[in-house]
């Protein structure tokens, strides 16, 4: 089949290449998926996991994408819950081979059924940014109707959904970031937005979710009223709220969450911000030009 290999962690983007590789092996308990499209985060090439497995030995050659959505083709033994020819999407393990790929062997906990009205594009944008949206919260930030909730980045991947997530559960929303970003935001559902470049951020709210870090992470911490939550998807605060909670997570995957936003999506309750849609051969330059260019950036594999 075909893949994007990397070979070395030294070569950066430059080292991704379009090449026959051998069918993945379905483990216990793993589908194989048939990729029709597939998501990556720009940075993961920098990830110590993707270079090595669980056990710490090195895994090079690797292929990357963490995101997948298409349809099985292959149950491993004691495999349950999934048929042969269904549609799903979800989140590889971060440690074994993603899905840039045309096939991909992913744990069948970490994918979930995707409706039929819902596209394989819209789909590979979701699993990295649609479950840390849900996370920092819900899981993480216990998000309860009529608070308010301060979003970070809230035209990014992460903040974009976590705008149209947060408004559909009764709370106020402010989103921060660019100036070019204020009508996305609001168009998203934010009830306010600030410039982070020419606008100061102030007031107190019960939930801060930070995607930007730095700065920006340090001094949200004072803007957390009393029982209130900082969790940030940066670093871990240096900063901590006087009298709330401050949390740093990473996302893990959750089918049952997973089922939340494709349900969303295809009531047409929640919408991914799709970018570049480009072929796998494109993966490399899909790679250099992510962080200029907005919204989700998408592989098709045909």
Request: glycine share 14%; net charge negative.
């Amino acid at each position: 089949m075909k893949a994007i290999r990397a070979h070395s962690p030294q070569a950066g983007v430059d080292g991704l290449v379009l090449e026959d590789v051998p069918y993945p092996h379905a483990a216990e308990n793993d589908v194989i998926v048939k990729v029709h499209a597939a998501g990556f985060t720009p940075g993961e090439l920098g990830w110590p996991g993707t270079w090595a497995d669980r056990a710490g030995r090195d895994r090079a050659p690797v292929i990357p994408g963490h995101e997948v959505s298409g349809e099985v083709a292959g149950l491993g033994l004691g495999t349950t819950g999934l048929t042969f020819g269904q549609r799903v999407f979800g989140l590889t393990d971060w440690t074994r081979d993603g899905a840039l790929a045309e096939y991909v062997a992913v744990e069948a906990r970490n994918l979930a059924p995707l409706p039929a009205s819902v596209d394989h594009v819209r789909a590979a944008a979701l699993p990295v940014a649609g479950l840390t949206a849900w996370q920092a919260l819900f899981v993480h930030g216990r998000l309860e109707i009529g608070q308010t909730v301060l979003i970070h980045g809230a035209a990014g991947g992460v903040g974009s959904l976590a705008v149209q997530l947060a408004r559909e559960a009764g709370a106020r929303v402010i989103g921060t970031g660019r100036a070019g970003d204020r009508d996305l935001a609001l168009r998203l559902g934010a009830d306010a937005f600030v410039d982070l470049a020419g606008e100061p951020f102030g007031g107190e709210v019960d939930l801060v979710l930070d995607a930007i870090g730095g700065d920006v992470l340090d001094r949200s911490a004072a803007l957390v009223r009393a029982g209130g939550t900082l969790v940030t998807i940066s670093a871990p605060p240096k900063v901590l709220p006087e009298n709330g909670r401050a949390v740093f997570f990473v996302v893990e995957p959750d089918r049952g969450q997973l089922a939340e936003l494709a349900q969303r999506v295809r009531d047409g309750r929640l919408e991914p911000v799709i970018g570049q849609v480009r072929p796998l051969a494109e993966t490399r330059e899909a790679f250099r030009t992510k962080t200029r260019s907005p919204g989700k950036t998408v592989i098709r594999v045909p």
